[in-house]
């Protein structure tokens, strides 16, 4: 349990680090205060996904499943830094307290869109996850930081192969247990093989504290912009939308159809993470898909394991100096874990998407126009440069982009001015009730 649990950790740490990080460095933020946005997102993170995986009352899916800050959030953030320069954080954590609790309130009527996500949107849903995270991890691979000189170079992309090479080797020779944690001891090979090309930064455990606890409202006492909150709130918007969709594809690794109630109960543990995550100096919360790439793979999915990898991240966020530990994997070495892990997660929408007859009805082509538009914004960044800020906070982000696209087309292609002649096609478009598969299990046997 610990060793998986720790897997979970090394998988999603510079996923969760990386936007305080951004965010404090375009700030212009000291070290301390770097340490203090970063604290604050572990702690955040482990309490959210300690509140997914056991639960209370309606609160948490009680599934496998990690949460923590998401990228989302960065760009308004950087937005705001610009043009509101004196109370850039008390401001943003006002919002992000507001945006929480809209979250929390909203889920009751959010869950109830599981409906609109048949296995021909939601295959496509979770194929455009998967496909939307790999840049990432050829990102992570070149070494993370484009400004760098190294960035791209044959040491960072050599160490990112080897790690990839490393983990495909040990699942196919190794066996039971050890298997399961191909991911994590992949990751240790590559970090091994990185120290002597000085990519392991030891002396940075030196300067962290061995013990802190975030201080409530550190930058100052909340403050509140309408503008700037309903930008916040257009990004928990869209989080909700992506957690949504993660939630379905987790509750198809685990053979555990989700319901309105998990999803409800998901967005709610989202909302509250988000709120407290304001008071406590972190962002808002949603689910890491790669951890869902992960339980696939592992086959691992007690919720256990997951709340356990949650004590660990809340554990981290007490204790700066057992985080710097996990922080010493390099970045390409987390790039090569990252083309497994995230290609695993289009794989398992590929999967799904095999439930839904592509020759009934229009189901090809809303597969076809909902991947399009859900890959415009990953192949170019600019696409919507000239359209207003807030539209682009929803169409920049493929997933949300995609699963609209494919929502709406859905409705209007296999509902809308339909006849009696067409119930055959509807019926493979949404099969009710629908035979949840463990897609990698069903793979692995064949």
Not at 312 to 325: A, K, N, S
Not at 386 to 396: L, R, S
Request: with cysteine; proline share 6%.
């Amino acid at each position: 349990m610990l060793v998986g649990a720790l897997q979970h950790v090394a998988t999603m740490y510079a996923g969760v680090a990386a936007p305080p990080l951004i965010i404090g460095g375009a700030l212009g933020l000291s070290a301390a205060e770097m340490t203090t946005l970063l604290g604050a997102s572990l702690l955040i993170a482990g309490l959210a996904t300690l509140l997914q995986t056991l639960g209370f009352w309606r609160i948490g899916s009680r599934l496998p499943f990690v949460n923590g800050v998401t990228f989302a959030v960065v760009s308004p953030i950087l937005a705001v830094a610009a043009s509101k320069q004196d109370a850039t954080l008390p401001i943003i954590f006002g919002s992000t307290i507001v945006a929480g609790v809209f979250c929390f309130l909203l889920a009751p009527v959010f869950c109830r869109l599981v409906r609109f996500f048949p296995p021909v949107v939601s295959g496509t849903v979770i194929t455009l996850i998967g496909v939307s995270l790999l840049p990432v991890a050829g990102n992570w691979s070149q070494g993370g930081d484009a400004k760098a000189s190294d960035y791209g170079s044959p040491t960072n992309l050599g160490l990112a192969a080897a790690t990839l090479v490393a983990i495909l080797v040990l699942h196919r020779v190794l066996t039971g247990f050890l298997q399961r944690i191909a991911i994590l001891l992949g990751l240790l090979f590559g970090t091994l093989l990185a120290i002597p090309f000085d990519k392991v930064d030891g002396d940075a455990l030196g300067k962290l504290a061995i013990f802190e606890v975030p201080e409530p409202f550190a930058f100052g006492a909340p403050q509140f912009d309408v503008s700037v909150t309903i930008s916040m709130v257009v990004v928990m918007i869209v989080c909700m939308t992506e957690s949504t969709a993660d939630i379905i594809a987790l509750s198809e690794v685990v053979d555990k159809p989700a319901d309105d109630r998990t999803i409800a109960g998901g967005l709610r543990a989202d909302g509250l993470a988000t709120a407290l995550g304001g008071v406590f100096n972190g962002f808002a919360c949603t689910a890491f898909a790669q951890n869902i790439g992960l339980v696939a793979l592992t086959r691992i999915r007690s919720r256990f394991v997951v709340a356990v990898c949650g004590g660990f991240l809340v554990l981290m966020g007490l204790m700066p100096i057992v985080g710097g530990l996990v922080a010493l994997v390099p970045q390409p070495v987390l790039g090569g874990a990252g083309v497994v892990l995230f290609g695993t997660v289009a794989v398992a929408g590929i999967r799904t998407l095999g439930k839904a007859d592509l020759n009934a009805g229009s189901n090809a082509l809303i597969v076809a126009v909902a991947l399009a538009f859900g890959v415009f914004p990953i192949a170019f960044p600019d696409f919507y440069h000239a359209f207003p800020e807030k539209f682009g906070m929803i169409a920049e982000s493929g997933i949300s982009a995609g699963s609209i696209i494919a929502v709406v087309l859905n409705l209007l292609l296999n509902h809308t001015g339909r006849g009696p002649d067409d119930a055959e096609a509807r019926q493979h478009a949404n099969p009710v009730p629908p035979e949840p598969i463990d897609a990698l299990a069903k793979a692995a046997r064949a």
